[in-house]
């Protein structure tokens, strides 16, 4: 009588069991570490999974980089020569501080448009304009700003390790690495 019941507990412990779906055992996608997050905590656990992750991967330059301009105070990104994006500290004599945020990229028309910034958790965005070449062919997208809440954003875009997405409304980002150069130029005109 045992060996009958030892064989059928057997026979029952090989017997197909029906598929579990992936979903029942997989955390949900707003868990970091072992807690889930709740209400305002769930955005501080995303921005901590963003950042986490950004840090874990190199971003991939291409030949790019940030290089800094003592003489003008500007962070510029892009082949040495030939900036795709800049950021400068305009300090005049007299009156405040400017922050000077340049896409060269050609308008397609003149007009405003967005430059948005998006990383590190954070996210910001400022008008700007379409500044034309002369003859109409070219030219560049360029937003001026005081030291500012906005460009306080724009700063806390640029403070974390990962890149940062740049992009002017309807145009592909461009994705910037977030370094000392951008950061300096940044910290020196909201400093005053």
């Not at 991939?60 to 900036?83: C, E, I, M, N, Q």
């Not at 967005?114 to 400022?126: C, D, I, K, P």
């Not at 806390?156 to 461009?174: D, N, Y």
Request: aromatic fraction near 4%.
């Amino acid at each position: 009588m045992l060996n009958q019941l030892s064989l059928a507990l057997l026979l029952l412990a090989c017997a197909k069991s029906d598929p579990v779906d992936d979903n029942a055992v997989a955390p949900p996608g707003e868990v970091v570490g072992d807690m889930a997050g709740k209400g305002l905590a769930a955005s501080a656990n995303a921005m901590a999974a963003e950042a986490a992750q950004q840090a874990a991967v190199p971003a991939a330059t291409g030949g790019l980089a940030w290089t800094y301009r003592v003489a003008d105070r500007a962070a510029l990104f892009g082949p040495a020569g030939s900036p795709a994006f800049s950021i400068q500290c305009q300090k005049p004599r007299e009156g405040e501080p400017q922050l000077i945020f340049v896409r060269y990229l050609p308008p397609s028309a003149g007009g405003t448009a967005t430059l948005s910034f998006t990383g590190n958790g954070q996210a910001a965005s400022l008008p700007v304009s379409a500044v034309m070449n002369p003859g109409g062919i070219g030219g560049e997208w360029r937003a001026m700003v005081p030291p500012d809440d906005h460009a306080r954003d724009v700063a806390e875009a640029f403070a974390g390790p990962g890149t940062v997405e740049v992009s002017v409304s309807g145009t592909p980002p461009l994705v910037v690495p977030s370094t000392a150069e951008p950061r300096q130029v940044l910290a020196d005109c909201l400093s005053g």
